[in-house]
């Protein structure tokens, strides 16, 4: 969550604090390929801290015989998604274990690490969140044909139910389907990104009201603070329980 002020004018939020200049995209290392716009941005590096530090955690955290707090949370991070896994898809979902967990973990990570001030928060925009779930859409789809063949599309046709009403439950199946990556992406970017607005908001207030009227909205912004990191972790686990649930329609035809 970035914390600086926003530019003065009429486009400020609270007390002249713009709460949308914090997910502003700005180019580090400009890159040009044609026509296109192949630039280093401030996202594209909180993306690469992000898989950094998930990476130094869980290196630095097995790298030691004796077992220290690093170790302690990955193993602890390891057996959540294990367990997640094993309730939702079974015996079957073992081998895309490194899938479900990277993604748990990259989206936690950028999460958290947008809660640092003067931060950027990665998952407050809907391309990226977008992008992670049309690479879960893309991919269990291709899953569930290479494993069931033209059969995958049972998936679409609800059991028991009389065939006059076949076609328009079908329909709404297919449509169901196709909006998997739009639900899956919009919760997540909504969610920081409304925590991260009224975070800022909170903000403009505490500095514009000075001490004496700014006690308020400091009490409601740590309050609001606290629960953010619960969202940030929520977020992360709902993205992984929902790949989960799509994975399991793949694999094993559930309806």
Not at 195 to 202: E, P
Request: charged share 10%.
């Amino acid at each position: 969550m970035s914390t600086e002020q926003g530019h003065g004018g009429g486009g400020g939020g609270a007390l002249g604090v713009d709460p949308m200049h914090q997910f502003e995209v700005t180019a580090l290392i400009p890159i040009k390929i044609g026509g296109l716009d192949a630039s280093f941005t401030n996202a594209s590096l909180w993306m690469v801290i992000a898989a950094l530090v998930v990476s130094l955690v869980l290196l630095l955290g097995s790298s030691k015989l004796v077992p220290g707090r690093l170790q302690s949370i990955g193993e602890l991070a390891y057996e959540f998604i294990s367990n997640l896994m094993r309730d939702v898809i079974g015996e079957k979902g073992r081998p895309f274990f490194p899938l479900i967990f990277t993604l748990f973990l990259f989206v936690l990570a950028c999460n958290m690490l947008g809660m640092v001030p003067y931060s950027f928060t990665v998952t407050s925009h809907i391309i990226v969140t977008f992008a992670l779930a049309m690479s879960v859409f893309i991919g269990v789809t291709v899953l569930g044909f290479m494993k069931h063949g033209v059969g995958f599309l049972k998936l679409f046709v609800p059991s028991g139910i009389p065939l006059v009403m076949m076609p328009l439950l079908v329909v709404i199946e297919v449509i169901s389907y196709l909006t998997r990556p739009v639900s899956l992406s919009v919760r997540l970017f909504a969610n920081m990104m409304a925590g991260h607005t009224m975070l800022k908001v909170f903000a403009g207030f505490v500095v514009g009201l000075g001490f004496l009227g700014g006690w308020m909205p400091l009490a409601f912004m740590v309050a609001f603070t606290g629960l953010e990191f619960l969202v940030a972790f929520l977020q992360a686990y709902v993205f992984a329980v929902l790949t989960c649930i799509y994975l399991n329609d793949a694999l094993n035809m559930h309806h």
